[in-house]
């Protein structure tokens, strides 16, 4: 068993690939992490360890929406459309419409210093939910909602969605 399924082999010591697969009807995948879309309950992201991350629409099938590894999701609940997705250490991608087949095509790089510690996965946060704000002052929530922050040996913060990072509290 792998993070891709089931193989057999009756051939161990033969040399080239033995394994045959035993997935027919079955997914298999390992979970890392879910994000919960802001507004929609019926809506969830999954990283999963090399089988890429995938979005829960309510079908029988999860889309896949960012290939490789896939970590931490972040959905921007001032446009859900803006959805965040953490690959390897410091490289988070992004889309503008999250749930679409491989929609995560743009690449965010955390600018770490040299020998800086960081996850595999990295933790990724946004802001949460905030509909009264959305209601009353819209400006201020779609700056709010455009705050995440990224954790390395140190905190990162992003105010325009991923796009740029500062460490805080002075950058260093």
């Known amino acids: 068993t792998t993070d891709g399924g089931v193989f057999y082999t009756t051939k161990p010591n033969d040399n080239g690939y033995i394994f045959d697969a035993c997935n027919t009807g079955l997914a298999t995948f390992t979970m890392n992490h879910l994000g919960q879309h802001p507004t929609e309950d019926a809506i ?10 995938l979005c ?3 079908d029988e099938a999860w889309t896949y929406v960012s290939g490789g590894d896939s970590g931490y999701f972040v959905v ?5 459309y803006q959805v965040l997705d953490t690959y390897t250490y410091a490289t988070i991608r ?3 419409n999250g749930s679409q087949y491989e929609s995560f095509g ?5 600018p770490l210093a ?3 510690a ?15 704000l959305l209601k009353t002052n819209p400006s201020v929530a779609e700056q709010e909602a455009n705050l995440v922050a990224f954790g390395s040996e140190r905190p990162w913060i992003s105010n325009d969605f991923g796009e ?5 509290p002075t950058n260093t």
């Open 114 to 116: 040299e020998g800086e």
């Open 118 to 132: 960081c996850l595999f996965y990295a933790p990724l946060v946004g802001t949460s939910y905030h509909p009264t």
């Open 94 to 96: 992004h889309s503008n």
């Open 76 to 80: 921007n609940w001032y446009n859900p």
């Open 44 to 53: 969830l992201y999954c990283g999963t360890q090399d089988n890429g991350g």
């Open 164 to 168: 740029t990072w500062q460490s805080i």
């Open 106 to 110: 743009v690449y965010y790089t955390i």
């Open 56 to 58: 829960y629409l309510g």
